[in-house]
């Protein structure tokens, strides 16, 4: 990582509320270049706090492009950090309203020349493309990260029909928690409080409305740019460039793929890297990093500013076919080479079709299948990525094919299995292996289906207890190269716990049949070399946050030792499993501005390996925002918890906030949610 310190601008930054049409201010802090020509602005825009959580990753890169001689602007959504306002829905139509409101207010201001441009990670990139698909008339220009364009099938609600126990859950739990920090008072004043009150009584857990629409209905059909089963999606509407980035170890992947599809050429590139759900100048695993920021600069120079970088006679997708590699939680580096694709749909890919062998087979998986699965959004920490796959294996039907010389996949590949089940439910993970001399097992990709949505996201289509039915389904998108010697590994099971929540009894599991089924890989013509490279990552100077204890020696739990990241723990006697994970979002960080804040997170996630009710997830957060000069010190703690029978799903949460001793929240939620697909 080279760190820049000298750039082309001298820079300033200042922070700044941005009025709204109801009289709402967010927000924001604005870096720029010291300079009388009115400038570009980019904008990222996103509910996460700049003054603090995003605060190191902000500087990384707004002061970079203000030195490079752009406005660049951080703004936080209404109800979140110190913005006015109470917080909402995810990507709710206020929120994405008050982001054209931004993009407007930002191009009329005397310092911008009134061309906008967004760019984002996650949340960001999300909020960047779809403001981009509401096309406000300054937004020339957009760079999406790691983000999706299908909200119910590629995010963390819902795959393949299926119910993501592990982000469904996760991720709403972590948000409860976000959403109910409060303001700062260093920003916000002796207001902080009032606001803070106020924010916490309209909150909601996001769980409940997710769960609350297990189809891709209207719910889905207004969060997504991506439009599966529609006549015409919101691609149509995205007038602004998009380079859309994201890594093969990241789930929303596949977006880059349908934006390069569907986009017209002469507005889209897309770039898959090896990397997980992080900016890919960041140095974390898996890399290699590469110059984003100096490649971004380039989309930039180009949309806004009209300077022919070249960047427009690049591939229209740039993707990394990873090296074959031995089975690890974490990954420094990936070997590999970078190949561009004049098309998506690639000239250079063909389809090859390998047939499944053998009699019919049972396929009735223990509940646990999936222990090893690794994180949902991998962040490049020690135990992320999937440990070999030998015991998944053996818990699943395995087919396999012998690799004459190297074979390269680059794209998603595909099944189609002949499948007859005696009951109405169920569903179908399968997963793509790579599998060495030595027997060791690396996972490549996988997909899952729930059978009932097997004619569609949009529907529950109940299987006929005893008839045999083709199914077919994609697996994520994938670059990986089989060398010669290897097997290609296809695992098909009845249970992927804790990713797919289990459908009543789908522990029956179904019986496959592999004549007529068949594994169809996307295989790339392989290169001798390619003059595709980018620079070195560079930054600006970190913030100069430091990790460690807080001041006063504050703990939110007393452990002999840390944690591990991910612990599987099995009763014999009970037939239980348990996996508990750390997510490592946190811990202590001391600010240079003195703030003091503390984060503890542990999911838990249980069952019985032969009873798919006995399903049941845990989520506990304990975050403590401290400023010793002020004499604030609050905290806030929550617990969620899902569970199931075979009709419905159980949500327990539960909020409590406090100021010093004094508690100023505290709620619980318990709700029913009937089962209707998931």
Same mark, same amino acid.
């Given at each position: ?6 750039f ?7 922070d ?12 924001a802090r604005?870096?720029?270049p010291?300079?009388q020509?009115?400038?570009p ?9 700049l003054?603090?959580r995003?605060?190191p ?12 001689g752009?406005?660049?602007v ?6 979140h950090?110190n913005s006015e306002?109470l917080p909402g ?7 994405l309203a ?5 993009v ?19 949340w ?6 779809r403001?981009?698909?509401l096309?406000?008339?300054p ?11 299908d ?11 299926s119910?993501?126990?592990?982000d469904m ?10 959403v109910?920090?409060?303001?700062d ?6 207001a ?14 996001f769980?409940?409305?997710w769960?609350?629409?297990q ?6 059909r207004?969060?997504s740019?991506?439009e599966?089963e529609?006549?015409?999606?919101d ?5 602004a460039a998009v ?8 789930p929303?992947?596949?977006?880059v793929?349908?934006l390069?599809?569907?986009?017209p ?5 897309g770039?898959?890297g ?6 890919p100048?960041r140095?974390?695993?898996p ?7 100096q490649?971004?600069?380039?989309w930039?120079d180009?949309h806004l500013k009209?300077i022919?970088t070249g960047?427009m ?8 076919v990873s ?18 694709? #004049?098309a998506w749909? &690639?000239?250079? %890919? /063909?389809?090859?079709?390998?047939? *499944?062998?053998?009699?019919?087979v049972?396929? =009735?998986s223990?509940q ?18 999937p440990?070999?796959?030998r015991e ?7 087919f396999?094919?012998?690799?004459g010389?190297e074979t ?8 189609r ?19 060495? #001399?030595?027997?060791s &097992?690396?996972? %490549? /990709?996988?997909?899952?289906?729930n *059978? ?6 949009? =529907? ?9 039915q ?5 697996l994520?998108?994938i ?5 010669p ?6 695992a098909?099971?009845s249970?992927y ?7 009543p009894?789908?522990?029956a599991?179904f019986?496959?049949e592999?004549?007529?089924?068949f594994?169809e890989?996307?295989?790339r ?5 390619s003059?595709?490279?980018f620079?070195e ?5 970190p913030?100069?946050v ?8 504050w703990?939110?739990?007393t ?6 990241e ?6 014999v006697?009970?037939?239980e499993w348990?996996l ?5 979002y946190g811990?202590t960080?001391v600010y240079p501005d003195?703030?003091?804040i503390?984060?503890?997170?542990l ?5 019985d ?5 006995s ?6 957060w304990?975050i403590?925002?401290h400023?010793?000069e ?6 806030v ?6 569970t199931?029978?075979?009709?419905d799903?159980?949500t327990?949460?539960e ?6 001793d004094?508690?100023?929240?505290h709620?619980?939620?318990?709700k029913?949610?009937?089962?209707t697909?998931?």
């Amino acid at each position: 990582m080279r760190i820049r310190t000298s750039f082309p601008y001298e820079t300033v930054h200042d922070d700044v509320r941005i009025p709204l049409p109801d009289g709402t201010l967010l927000y924001a802090r604005v870096w720029r270049p010291l300079t009388q020509e009115p400038v570009p602005a980019i904008l990222e825009y996103l509910p996460y706090r700049l003054t603090d959580r995003t605060a190191p990753r902000d500087g990384q890169r707004h002061p970079w492009y203000a030195g490079h001689g752009y406005a660049s602007v951080r703004v936080e959504v209404r109800g979140h950090g110190n913005s006015e306002g109470l917080p909402g829905d995810a990507y709710s139509a206020a929120e994405l309203a008050d982001g054209v409101e931004v993009v407007d207010w930002l191009a009329a201001q005397p310092w911008c020349d009134g061309r906008v441009g967004m760019f984002g990670i996650s949340w960001g990139g999300f909020d960047s493309l779809r403001i981009a698909a509401l096309a406000p008339e300054p937004l020339k220009a957009v760079v999406t990260v790691c983000c999706t364009d299908d909200r119910y099938d590629n995010d963390v609600h819902y795959r393949g029909g299926s119910v993501l126990a592990v982000d469904m859950h996760a991720w709403a739990a972590t948000m409860l928690a976000f959403v109910s920090r409060p303001p700062d008072p260093l920003h916000v004043g002796d207001a902080w409080r009032e606001m803070w009150r106020a924010r916490l009584d309209a909150v909601e857990p996001f769980v409940h409305t997710w769960l609350d629409h297990q189809t891709r209905d209207d719910y889905w059909r207004h969060g997504s740019v991506r439009e599966a089963e529609a006549e015409a999606d919101d691609h149509d509407a995205i007038g602004a460039a998009v380079l859309a980035v994201g890594g093969w170890h990241d789930p929303y992947r596949d977006t880059v793929l349908r934006l390069v599809e569907h986009l017209p050429a002469d507005r889209v590139r897309g770039i898959v890297g090896p990397w997980s759900h992080q900016y890919p100048d960041r140095g974390r695993a898996p890399g290699p990093a590469i110059g984003f920021l100096q490649e971004t600069l380039r989309w930039w120079d180009q949309h806004l500013k009209g300077i022919d970088t070249g960047v427009m006679r690049e591939p229209l997708l740039r993707a990394y076919v990873s090296d074959s590699h031995p089975p690890a939680t974490v990954l420094d580096t990936l070997p590999g080479r970078w190949v561009g694709e #004049p098309a998506w749909p &690639s000239p250079h %890919v /063909t389809t090859v079709a390998y047939g *499944l062998q053998g009699a019919p087979v049972l396929v =009735r998986s223990p509940q646990h299948t999936g222990v090893d699965a690794g994180r949902f959004r991998p962040l490049g920490n020690d135990a992320d990525l999937p440990p070999d796959q030998r015991e998944e294996d053996a818990r699943s039907a395995c087919f396999e094919f012998a690799t004459g010389e190297e074979t390269w996949v680059l794209g998603r590949p595909r099944v189609r299995l002949r499948v007859t089940s005696e009951v109405s439910r169920g569903q179908i993970a399968a997963r793509l292996c790579d599998v060495a #001399p030595d027997g060791s &097992s690396t996972l %490549v /990709t996988r997909g899952v289906l729930n *059978l009932s949505a097997r004619h569609g996201r949009d =529907r529950v289509v109940p299987w006929e207890p005893g008839a045999t039915q083709e199914v077919a389904f994609e697996l994520n998108g994938i670059g990986h190269a089989f060398p010669p010697g290897h097997r290609i590994r296809l695992a098909v099971s009845s249970a992927y716990w804790p990713w797919i929540w289990p459908q009543p009894g789908s522990q029956a599991g179904f019986t496959l049949e592999p004549a007529g089924s068949f594994l169809e890989l996307p295989v790339r013509a392989r290169e001798s070399a390619s003059d595709i490279a980018f620079e070195e990552p560079e930054q600006s100077a970190p913030l100069g946050v430091t990790r460690g204890a807080a001041a006063d020696g504050w703990s939110p739990a007393t452990l002999d030792e840390p944690r591990p990241e991910r612990l599987v723990v099995r009763d014999v006697a009970k037939g239980e499993w348990r996996l508990e994970v750390d997510p490592r979002y946190g811990g202590t960080r001391v600010y240079p501005d003195g703030l003091e804040i503390t984060e503890d997170a542990l999911e838990t996630y249980t069952i019985d390996e032969q009873d798919p009710l006995s399903a049941r997830t845990r989520s506990d957060w304990t975050i403590r925002l401290h400023r010793p000069e002020l004499a604030w010190d609050t905290t806030v703690r929550t617990r969620s918890e899902i569970t199931c029978d075979g009709t419905d799903f159980h949500t327990s949460d539960e909020v409590v906030c406090t100021a010093g001793d004094e508690v100023v929240f505290h709620r619980t939620w318990e709700k029913r949610i009937p089962r209707t697909a998931g």
